[in-house]
């Protein structure tokens, strides 16, 4: 199973079972340090396991980022990448 | 609306064509054959992370894998991508490669047992062709011969 946060990739390439995660890409399983949500995360992605039916289906962590759903971490992450580029 | 990666990558690219997305000839389809809490599990990562002592990744076009222990406390992990999303992952490997989520989810009995080590390559390399039939059934023999039960593969 892949685990990933870059669902428009994750859908053309079509990896036979794909958990997507919510997060900025770099930060699959969540902030630094912050061992207990790197642990959710993972759980939550073995738990879907069973869950997959075929091959290319693609099943949402519903992992936020951020508490609130914002998503101005998503501006700023692509002028990151356009900027180190 | 999830953030688009593509079109930042097509912009990266401007102005050569866009990097192109290979997908496998053949899909694979394996069943579960066990439940989790029983299954040996793997990680795979294409962050060309390895351990200190272990030998470099040479960026770009490295067709090499590295075999990294479980065991968390078999060292620290070296993250060798070029990629510019390097920053955040560098600072905690973890987040790319949750090795110590993975033990403590065995310890929990969530997860039946680790792969005695991990697999990690090259992301983002060109040779698609190569990756088809040298690198991926190289990587699956290891995995086999590991007698693993699930693979995990992040992205980088």
Request: hydrophobic fraction near 40%; aromatic fraction near 6%; include cysteine.
């Amino acid at each position: 199973m892949v685990i990933g946060t870059a669902l428009d990739i994750m859908s053309k390439v079509a990896p036979p079972r794909a958990a997507f995660v919510d997060h900025p890409v770099g930060c699959t399983f969540g902030s630094p340090h912050d061992r207990s949500r790197n642990e959710t995360v993972l759980a939550r992605a073995l738990a879907e396991l069973p869950r997959f039916t075929q091959a290319g289906e693609i099943r949402d962590l519903h992992c936020d980022w951020t508490p609130g759903g914002d998503r101005a971490w998503e501006e700023e992450l692509r002028a990151e990448m356009l900027h180190d580029h | 609306m999830p953030l688009e990666y593509l079109p930042i990558m097509a912009q990266n690219s401007a102005p050569k064509p866009q990097r192109e997305l290979a997908s496998p000839s053949k899909t694979a389809w394996c069943p579960l054959k066990k439940p989790i809490s029983e299954s040996r599990v793997a990680l795979l990562s294409s962050a060309a992370l390895r351990l200190a002592n272990q030998d470099p990744f040479v960026p770009r076009e490295d067709l090499s894998y590295r075999r990294v222990a479980s065991d968390p406390k078999a060292g620290e992990i070296i993250i060798d991508h070029h990629s510019g999303i390097g920053r955040v992952p560098k600072e905690d490997p973890e987040i790319v490669f949750p090795r110590n989520s993975l033990a403590k989810l065995v310890d929990e009995r969530i997860v039946g047992m680790l792969s005695p080590f991990h697999l990690s390559f090259m992301g983002g390399l060109r040779r698609h062709r190569e990756i088809e039939d040298d690198l991926a059934p190289a990587l699956a023999q290891e995995l086999k011969q590991a007698e693993v039960d699930l693979a995990l593969l992040v992205p980088y």
